[in-house]
């Protein structure tokens, strides 16, 4: 069984720290949202709440979250979703409005493949188990699949078909899918596509990791680093180090810490206080006078 990597194992630096939750569609208008509304029996609008819920969101490393959405790569759902989703856009094609079937995907088995079209930055994966860090130059040959933590497979496919939009013709069934999903703008319902009379609502705003991502960000507790390998021969070394003892032992009037040059050493102080003086005197007898001898 293969690794689960997830989102948030892939880095543009190689630094990795707590993910972001970055969402995928930002538009509650987005044409891709209206077609998948129309083509799935709901009534328009109805998708406007799930943009700001985890279906919409893809937890990554902040510099790699920067540019993840940018055209020319992105992560496509793997063939037998791709052709599921597909296939019940194409019947709800003979369907009536009211009689359309929803799309229902195991969100939590999504795994996804990431897609670099245009020529990229090394990435680095980071393994989920061991923390150890790997290079991969483009087009990222041994790149795993990636385990997408919360993400809808109708949000991500959509937006794929916007970011690869220049070579769809290449991932077949990516094509199909955004051809099936076409197919509801032909004769929609009346003021279905249009932006007028909306409310304006606020973005998709960046937020925090849940804890489960955050854990697997962290570098675990239980990695082995193993020490610096040391040149001396073994023999020479302890006889330095048993040398090195002897010339720095402390001794009993000097505190073992170290001192610049030429600077002497204070000895401790072992004379009582001045109170303690000043108290003894007082205690003694005074001293005997002598008569002088007559």
């Not at 009536?96 to 990435?123: H, M, Q, W």
């Amino acid at each position: 069984m293969a690794t689960p990597y997830t989102e948030d194992c892939i880095s543009f630096n190689g630094v990795f720290e707590e993910p972001i939750g970055f969402p995928i569609i930002t538009d509650h208008q987005s044409p891709f949202m209206r077609r998948h509304e129309l083509g799935s029996g709901m009534k328009r609008g109805e998708t406007t709440n799930s943009l700001y819920e985890p279906g919409n969101y893809l937890y990554l490393q902040r510099d790699f979250g920067a540019r993840a959405f940018l055209n020319g790569h992105a992560f496509v759902p793997l063939n037998e979703t791709l052709q599921a989703m597909a296939d019940i856009y194409q019947k709800n094609q003979q369907c009536l409005y009211e009689d359309r079937a929803r799309i229902k995907i195991n969100i939590g088995a999504l795994e996804c493949t990431f897609v670099a079209a245009s020529t990229s930055r090394p990435l680095f994966l980071r393994h989920p188990i061991t923390g150890i860090i790997t290079k991969h130059e483009h087009p990222y040959p041994a790149f795993p699949t990636i385990r997408l933590r919360t993400a809808d497979p109708i949000m991500v496919a959509s937006k794929a078909c916007y970011q690869l939009s220049t070579s769809l013709k290449e991932r077949r069934l990516l094509e199909q899918f955004r051809r099936a999903q076409d197919y509801f703008f032909r004769n929609p319902p009346i003021g279905w596509f249009s932006r007028a009379n909306c409310p304006a609502i606020s973005k998709p705003p960046l937020i925090p990791a849940p804890p489960s991502a955050i854990a697997s960000s962290l570098t675990p507790s239980h990695c082995v680093r193993r020490p610096a390998m040391s040149t001396t021969a073994p023999g020479t070394q302890h006889a330095r180090l048993r040398k090195r003892q002897r010339d720095t032992a402390p001794s009993g009037e000097c505190p073992p810490t170290k001192r610049p040059r030429r600077t002497p050493c204070i000895p401790l102080r072992r004379n009582p206080p001045r109170a303690a003086k000043t108290m003894a005197r007082a205690n003694m007898a005074p001293p005997a006078r002598k008569h002088p001898v007559t």
